[in-house]
């Protein structure tokens, strides 16, 4: 089973949808995270440990991330989507969006 962990700023609308979408994805457990101090859910050091995969939807979030967790990253495979800040939840150009960036990921 391959756990992979989705990263966005505040948890509400990209990494949710990206969790929501590949839940169900044989092989493979999903969670999302943000990392903003108001997230819906604040990313926790035991959601890095868990994950195989660590996709993170914008590039400067992957710095934030370094920053906090960097000594628990160095076994991890971590990738930036570079999905903007601009879908609602479950939006269908962000459904397919994902769906292509991730494909990678998935298997």
């Known amino acids: 089973m391959r756990h992979i962990l989705f990263i966005c700023s505040r948890n509400k609308l990209r990494s949710p949808t990206a969790e929501l979408l590949f839940r169900d994805y044989p092989g493979v457990e999903t969670d999302s995270a943000g990392l903003a101090d108001d997230a819906e859910c604040p990313l926790e050091r ?3 440990e868990w ?10 979030l992957r710095q934030r991330l370094q920053r906090r967790f960097g000594e628990l990253l160095s076994k991890k495979k971590v990738a930036v989507l570079g999905i903007p800040d601009r879908f609602e939840f479950m939006d269908q150009e962000l459904i397919r969006i994902l769906q292509t960036k991730c494909a990678p990921y998935l298997s």
């Not at 994950?51 to 400067?60: G, K, N, Q, S, T």
């Open 51 to 60: 994950a195989d995969v660590i996709l993170v939807i914008e590039p400067i």
């Open 46 to 48: 035991d959601q890095i």
